[in-house]
């Protein structure tokens, strides 16, 4: 594997020969892995100094935390606080045998409803359901919001894919998938729109050079200040 000495550090790295790409790509991933992406027939004699450019960029983000969020710690109890597109609502944990587990929004209130079952049990299937309602509300507001902005941006993803990411809230693929972490669906609509923007922009942008944020810029001036929500409260998403 080869590795490139930025100061004392040694960061080894893979190519991966992309033959749709036009220009050289540096990825790093959830476990700090960092690869190479470039065109065919490209000179892997240029990557060494494309590499000691981005010394800043990498030591930045392979000393920062690899996951967009820190994990919370919930016990998944009534009376605990969550989140549906900003707005705070407060769990309702209630036993009965004779309807099926479900979870559903009364008011404020995040009302679960699960069998009777021993009280260490009781944790991991409250968040086993919410999970799953999570992802239903992300599954109904995403391709609802994505197709709002496709015309905009002008360009439609090929595909729409929700999961959870552990190292960020969404991708776009090469082949025009994107990728979207359900727990997104916690955070305001205006932030929910600014990751969906920022997505289909990367069909035609796929980098994060200036002429990437000035598309950005065009269609939600104040992106700034929504990804700052991200950074200031993401932390709140992690369960």
């Not at 922009?201 to 104040?222: E, M, N, S």
């Amino acid at each position: 594997m080869p590795t490139i000495t930025i100061g004392t550090t040694t960061i080894p790295y893979t190519i991966e020969e992309r033959p749709r790409r036009q220009h050289p790509a540096i990825q790093i991933d959830a476990s700090r892995q960092v690869t190479v992406l470039v065109p065919s027939q490209f000179d892997v004699q240029q990557l060494e100094p494309l590499l000691n450019r981005k010394a800043r960029w990498l030591l930045k983000h392979l000393t920062a935390s690899p996951t967009p969020y820190i994990t919370n710690s919930k016990e998944f109890v009534s009376g605990e606080g969550f989140l549906l597109r900003g707005h705070p609502l407060r769990l309702k944990v209630q036993q009965n045998n004779t309807i099926e587990p479900s979870a559903i929004v009364e008011g404020r209130t995040l009302r679960v409803t699960i069998p009777s079952l021993p009280l260490a049990q009781q944790p991991i299937l409250v968040r086993e359901l919410l999970i799953q309602w999570y992802t239903q509300q992300a599954e109904t507001l995403f391709p609802e919001r994505i197709n709002h902005y496709a015309p905009t941006v002008g360009i439609h993803p090929t595909r729409l894919k929700i999961a959870e990411y552990k190292s960020r809230w969404g991708f776009c693929r090469e082949d025009g998938l994107i990728a979207l972490n359900w727990r997104l669906i916690q955070a305001p609509l205006s932030v929910i729109d600014y990751v969906m923007v920022h997505e289909l922009t990367h069909r035609r942008y796929p980098h994060h050079r200036q002429t990437f944020w000035d598309a950005v810029r065009v269609i939600l001036p104040d992106f700034e200040a929504r990804k700052q929500w991200l950074r200031d409260h993401g932390a709140e998403l992690g369960w």
